[in-house]
């Protein structure tokens, strides 16, 4: 299968997306057919990714690079790990028209884009995402962000990048649970935009998981297509775009409850939050059950493990609640949540009381 190629308009610029087999093997002739004409680069890279790659990439870039090694976790998505990022642009007198790549899933892609959106206010960057979750969601579209002690992502911008190139071969390396964490957004996208896609993953759910070449190439492609249509006429969230939150509410309160630890993923987090998203919009009288059915027994079918009662109890629910307060996308105190009205079709315009919320979230942990 060839590589697909899909091109991002905003108004700050238009990029390229590369979707294929094998495309760091031939980053220099990328680089130089896109016009990525830089003398200095900076590359940060997940530790994690197998040496071989990285070699790859070092035979690919022969001018001056600095490889930084980043240690990949939600706790490290903050302001020191940019300063970090910073420091050494300064050091090493890197300028507007040098380049940032960033190699890694989506936390390295956030860090870095950020660092390259205020460094003397735009440098060049580059993202070569190495995740399904990166891949399909976070390279995307430009959003930035850094974690605080308040909440996720409550620190950004929007900075879109000048490339982004998805090497399918990367996620030879990921274990099972992270192609199942990319695999959340995926499931979104079609969920909020395109119901024959959702047909397409309920029939060929087991080969995308187990990257099988056409398969995971389409899912790709299909799910990054959904999102540039919605970003290309939304940039930064004013209106449309926030449809792309759907689940999220849910699940950046779930993240932040356990501290962003290891034993809840971003991704199982999102698929945790559209299963509650589905299950307020059905108590809501917004979707009918049996759609809402279909999307509970696709999630099933892609893990049974994933139920809000192995990570949380009742005990949570206060602390649960009190995230979801502090989400971007509220207004005047209350909760803005994505709602579903059938697969294929949400709407982003629902404000819920914060006792709305805490009633359904308990009557959720008294159902599991």
């Given amino acids: ?107 390295i892609g956030d860090v870095s884009a950020f660092a390259s959106s205020i460094f003397k206010r735009g440098i060049k960057f580059i993202n070569i995402p190495t995740t399904l979750l990166a891949q399909v969601d976070s390279s995307i579209g430009g959003k930035t962000g850094i974690n605080t002690k308040f909440g996720k992502n409550l620190i950004g911008s929007f900075y879109q990048p000048n490339l982004v190139i998805s090497d399918i071969n990367f996620l030879n390396s990921l274990p099972r649970r992270e192609i199942i964490c990319g695999y959340g957004e995926i499931l979104k996208h079609s969920i909020i935009a395109n119901k024959k896609f959702f047909t397409f993953l309920s029939k060929n759910i087991f080969k995308i998981i187990k990257l099988k070449k056409n398969y995971i190439q389409k899912s790709i492609y299909e799910s990054c297509l959904i999102k540039k249509k919605i970003v290309e006429k939304d940039e930064r969230e004013k209106n449309l775009r926030k449809l792309l939150n759907f689940g999220h509410t849910f699940a950046h309160a779930y993240e932040a409850t356990l501290g962003y630890s290891k034993k809840l993923n971003h991704g199982e987090a999102v698929i945790l939050g559209i299963i509650s998203a589905c299950e307020f919009s059905y108590k809501k009288k917004i979707l009918n059950k049996k759609e809402y ?63 709305d919320i805490q009633k359904f979230t308990k009557n959720q942990f008294s159902n599991t």
């Fill in 1 to 107: 299968m060839k590589k697909n190629k899909i091109l991002v308009n905003t108004n700050n610029g238009s990029y390229p997306i590369l979707i294929g087999m094998g495309l760091i093997n031939n980053l220099k002739k990328i680089l130089n057919s896109y016009s990525i004409k830089s003398s200095k680069y900076l590359i940060i890279f997940d530790k994690n990714i197998p040496k071989k790659y990285i070699k790859t990439i070092k035979k690919n870039i022969q001018k001056k690079t600095i490889f930084v090694k980043f240690s990949s976790s939600e706790k490290n998505k903050n302001q020191k790990s940019v300063n970090s990022i910073l420091n050494i642009l300064l050091k090493n007198n890197f300028n507007r028209n040098d380049c940032v790549i960033s190699i890694g899933g989506g936390i």
């Fill in 293 to 355: 059915k279909l999307i509970q027994n696709h999630v099933v079918k892609l893990s049974k493990s994933l139920k809000l009662n192995k990570f949380f109890n009742k005990k949570d629910i206060n602390k649960i609640i009190k995230f979801m307060m502090t989400d971007k996308k509220n207004i005047n105190e209350k909760i803005n949540l994505v709602l579903l009205k059938k697969i294929g079709k949400a709407d982003h315009k629902n404000f819920y009381k914060i006792t």
